[in-house]
Every structure is written in C-alpha cells, then in structure tokens.
C-alpha cells in the first residue's frame, strides 16, 4: 500500500476564501459577474467559478464597462482603479484582502507625512498586489524585487520600506542588512514588517511536511508567484518534489518506487483538487 497525504495546512489563504465566497454570493443570485483579473491564479479554480458564471476582465475592459458590477480581488486595487469604476457608474464588490487593505493604508500615510523620504516596496514588479501598493505614492516609489535593483535608491536620502505581503521573510531581513549597510548618515532609514504571517509560517511548515514524503507532488497553477515560491522550498528538504497543475501532469517515472506521497500545494490552490488528486492516485496505486 502507498500512503498519501494532502498537507492540511496547504490550500486558500483567508484572502482568497473571502474574493471566491464574495463571487459566489453575488452570483447565487445573478446570472454573472466580472472580476477584475482572474481571482485565483489556479487555472482549474478559474474553470470552476466560469462555469457558476464568473468572468476575468483586464483593465483595458474596464475602462470601456459602464454601469454594471465588478469585484476586485484579494491582491487590492490603486486608487485610479477606484476613481475609473466609480466614474463609470459601475458597483464595486471589494474582496481586497484586509491585510493588503492595511499595507496599502501605511504606505499612503507615510508617503503623505513624508513627502522627502524614498518609498521603497520590496515585492515582484508588475504583480497585482504591488501595482495596488505603488498606486498609493502616484507611481511615486521604488520597487525592488533584486538586490540588482538597489541601484535605483539613493542612499543618501532617507528610505522607508515596506513588504509585498507574500514575499518571503528572509528575503525581507536580507534587504534591510542590505540598505542599513549602504546607507549614508545623517540619511534615514525605516522598515516595516508587512509580511502576511498566515502566507509566511506556511515554509517552515512545508519544510516538515514535505521531508515526511519519499515524492511530493505539489498543486498549483504556473501563474502563482506563491506556487513557484513555496516550490522551491519544497525541493530544499525534499529532491523528488514535482510541480504539478493537474492529475495528467504526474508520471510514472514520478511514481517510481515511492512509498508514500505527499500532496501540498500553494495558497491558491484549492483544496478540493488535492483530494481529486488523491483520489485518483489511490485508485491507481492502490488497486
């Protein structure tokens, strides 16, 4: 017999519950509704929520909409996505994150308060949560997701930085060392610790999980910047840790001679595809 297990603490952040339960209430009793890119970065989720009526516009598509609804997802929205809606005449379902609603408000206040300090966000350029977050300066800021990007700051002028929620807290520590190494009295500089706890204390406890496993196959859809993340530390504690998006993704040689598998995925990964997944590998293996 081949043990499986599916990671309990895999699965939805509180974030993303709250977008996918907001879009399902408002379509328990409408035939559609828009959401303002895809709510989930898992492909077969985004299949599921279609089919109940759910539908991903960008913001090219918005700017052309005119009163009707739209929901915005866990990432958050700048304030010109804002202003564009209400403008429109269009209904707002906000399913922004309030952890992300929090950032966003800490960093407007000390781009305000502080108008001659660097606004520096430690996050992935272009990312939906981080386009919300430097909508708060105006564009305002600088954002560095490489050590290769410190180049853009001047460390001769005070800095205060903040966090993409979902980047790691190593990766966070490393950057402070960094600036406070480089920088130039009388300059400033503060930080602050804007990591999402719930997404952050999921690596230590997929260390452990993952170690248990001869395979570990871990779930998630190839647009996750948090897939690919915990990903990799999967395959720090674990070599034979295989992504994997679907059930036709896995392979024999996969398989190969392993006595227990386990099954993780990312915080935008549905629980109920780990147990399909389960299910299926149980039937196959354990005939």
Known sequence: MVHIEIDSKSG???????????????????????SLGDIVHNEQE??????????????????????????FRAHGEP??????????????????????LVLQKKI???????????????GKKGHAEVNGLVGQTGGNCIVIEHKEDLNTIDFTKDIILFSQTTKSIAGFNDLVKTIEEKLVPPAQFT????ICRQVANRIPNMHNF?????????????????????????????????????????????????????????????KWLMESIAQELDKRLNK
Do not use: W
């Open 12 to 34: 939805f952040c509180f974030g993303v519950i709250n977008a996918i339960k907001k879009a399902e209430e408002s379509l328990t009793h409408e035939d559609s509704l828009c």
């Open 46 to 71: 985004m299949a599921r929520l279609s089919h109940k009526g759910l539908h991903a516009i960008n913001h090219d598509e918005l700017a052309t909409m005119r009163g009707s609804k739209i929901l």
């Open 79 to 100: 304030p010109s996505t804002y202003d564009l809606a209400r403008e429109n005449g269009i209904e707002i379902i906000d399913a922004s994150c309030p952890v992300v």
């Open 108 to 122: 407007k206040k000390a781009y305000t308060e502080q108008p001659n300090a660097q606004i520096v966000i430690y």
């Open 191 to 194: 930080y602050h610790d804007t």
């Open 210 to 270: 993952a170690s248990r496993f001869d395979i570990v196959l871990f779930v998630s859809g190839v647009q996750s910047s948090n897939g690919k993340v915990l990903f990799k530390e999967c395959q720090t504690v674990n070599k034979r840790s295989y992504f994997i998006s679907t059930l036709d993704d896995i392979t024999d040689d996969m398989l190969q001679d392993a006595q227990s598998i386990g099954i993780c995925g990312a915080t935008s990964t549905p």
